[in-house]
């Protein structure tokens, strides 16, 4: 499997060897820091879908503090190793599902998170963070197998969410058209 | 609850952007090394050995260090110079100043980082030290030298020096540190191991007995601590194969032939991209009645696919100093890089003009494409006259 993903993630990730794990001699399909993208945001859409959380404004903050951490992270502000890439990487995962999924959330989404499922999130991010690095660091070809099936799952994950939002836009962009060519006079 | 949707589109547009905008980032600015190669040059200005920094997106060459050490009014290149990426930011240069003394410089790219230069005056052997890749260990570079072990922090400057007759290589997935040790009193054993980057001690994994004769002209073994596997060029110069062993078992063995034409495989080690399906070196190739051998690219499959030899300049059939050639394979494994520099800083006429260039060989194509970025040769006779 492992083969077969990395042509695919070839076209997302620049695959530095140097910044790559290989969990029982088994190469991941992208570096430390899409590996975090990817199975963050994995573990996140898997999340959304079981709990539905309400975009509060402090939900909205706290994911957009997410992906803001990936600024100095990318641009190396800040002293980094391999975990703490992984780790940026599993938080901007966490928050790009948050954002995405937002104009997908139906009309009446619920009004505020319950602190059952906040506790569970933030278990989830916690387990994501520590369990990553270790499989990766310490696992066999199984644990590569694993995260190389939880990286694609985020991908796709991401993927949909980005051409569902694709999708609206070009329905709203559409509609907006029309009903302005109906009011427009003869 | 009020749903604020306007803001949830602008929220899930910047959801959208920050995606590409990382993606975008990831597939350049992160991965630097495979888009942009350094490669031994020359000066055009002054002659003198150089390095230069190949950019693969937009075509061009920078000259980014000139060899101090070079005379060129003599032609006596007495410096050896090699380069590697420390990380996306900053690239290392050292350069063998006589025998017995290196010069580490570090150069930052962009930003407003001074340029960094640590000397190590006691380096027996220096030149060895630039023949294999560094082996790197985050701000810590491992240098080889005759029966020593340097390591130095191009942070701070801290040297640790261990006289433990230890070489060492970097490892398949960046982190590791290779580490080899000749057994005492005999050249026959060799240790294959990792050493620690912190104290620098050796673990040995796997003892080869060279009982195999001629191990490929010099070619130094590929060892991968994870599975326990030696790739080696056994037998003798007319007869060589590709030997896989582990746990003293034999698993893998193919002949290095090609009709008629005497092949020798000339490393200066085996290269194994991150797929481990194939082998990459360099080989020379001599046909009967000629006086020059081909040097190129020899891809062998770890399977029964054919070999893949791909020929890219002429060197004389008496060359001996095939491991100062500097090849390296892109971490994609996409791409092997070989300047044939090294060549015309020993001797000038051992190179053609035509042939004075980097060569970039795309090994990910049924036919393999090569790009060829000519450096110009200096204008000095091997006498030293202009």
Request: proline content about 7%; overall charge neutral; some cysteine.
């Amino acid at each position: 499997m492992l083969e077969f993903l990395h042509p695919i993630f070839s076209w997302v990730c620049g695959q530095n060897l140097a910044h790559s794990w290989s969990p029982g001699g088994e190469l991941l399909p992208c570096c430390q820091r899409c590996t975090g993208v990817y199975v963050g945001a994995f573990v996140a859409a898997l999340l959304h879908l079981a709990w539905r959380p309400a975009p509060t404004p402090r939900w909205l903050w706290l994911n957009g503090a997410f992906l803001l951490f990936m600024v100095p992270s990318g641009f190396y502000w800040i002293p980094q190793n391999p975990e703490l890439r992984c780790a940026s990487g599993i938080l901007f995962g966490f928050g790009l599902i948050a954002f995405l999924r937002l104009p997908l959330a139906g009309k009446n989404p619920p009004e505020k998170n319950s602190p059952a499922q906040i506790g569970g999130f933030a278990a989830a991010l916690l387990v994501c963070l520590l369990l990553t690095p270790l499989l990766a660091e310490n696992g066999n070809a199984l644990a590569a197998n694993f995260l190389g099936a939880a990286t694609a799952g985020g991908a796709l994950a991401l993927a949909i969410l980005v051409l569902a939002n694709f999708f609206l836009a070009l329905r709203w962009l559409v509609r907006r058209i029309s009903r302005s060519e109906s009011t427009t006079p003869a | 609850m009020k749903m604020n949707r306007p803001l949830h589109i602008v929220l899930a547009g910047i959801g959208c952007g920050s995606l590409l905008i990382y993606i975008l980032a990831c597939a350049t600015a992160f991965s630097p090394d495979d888009r942009q190669v350094l490669y031994p040059s020359f000066d055009p200005q002054s002659g003198a050995l150089s390095i230069a920094l190949y950019d693969r997106d937009t075509g061009r060459s920078e000259q980014i260090f000139s060899g101090h050490e070079a005379h060129t009014g003599t032609n006596l290149h007495s410096a050896s110079l090699r380069a590697a990426w420390l990380d996306a930011k900053h690239i290392l240069v050292a350069e063998a100043g006589g025998k017995n003394n290196l010069s580490l410089f570090v150069l930052p790219r962009g930003g407003k980082e001074p340029v960094r230069q640590i000397f190590l005056p006691d380096m027996p052997e220096s030149p060895d030290a630039l023949l294999y890749p560094f082996a790197l260990s985050g701000p810590k570079i491992f240098l080889n030298g005759e029966h020593q072990l340097t390591r130095v922090d191009w942070m701070t400057g801290e040297m640790l020096v261990a006289t433990n007759g230890i070489l060492t290589l970097p490892g398949d997935d960046g982190q590791t540190i290779l580490g080899f040790r000749e057994q005492r009193g005999t050249n026959q054993m060799m240790d294959f191991g990792t050493v620690d980057p912190q104290t620098l001690a050796f673990t040995p994994r796997l003892t080869l007995h060279d009982d195999t004769g001629n191990s490929g002209d010099g070619t130094f073994p590929h060892f991968d601590p994870a599975t326990g596997k030696i790739y080696l060029i056994s037998g003798e110069k007319t007869n060589a194969q590709l030997c896989v062993r582990q746990d003293g078992v034999e698993k893998f063995t193919r002949r290095i032939a090609r009709g008629t034409d005497q092949i020798t495989v000339v490393g200066p080690w085996l290269d194994l991209g991150p797929k481990k399906d194939r082998v990459f070196t360099a080989y020379t190739s001599q046909a009967a009645g000629q006086t020059n051998c081909e040097y190129g690219l020899l891809e062998i499959p770890l399977n029964e696919q054919p070999l893949r030899f791909t020929p890219l300049f002429q060197v004389p059939a008496d060359t001996d100093s095939f491991l100062m050639a500097q090849p390296s394979l892109s971490h994609d494994g996409r791409t092997w890089a070989v300047s044939s520099a090294w060549l015309g800083v020993k001797k000038k006429s051992a190179l053609q003009p035509a042939d004075c260039a980097l060569f970039l060989v795309s090994v990910d194509r049924s036919h393999p494409n090569i790009t060829k970025v000519p450096i110009t040769l200096p204008a000095v006779e091997d006498d030293g006259l202009k």
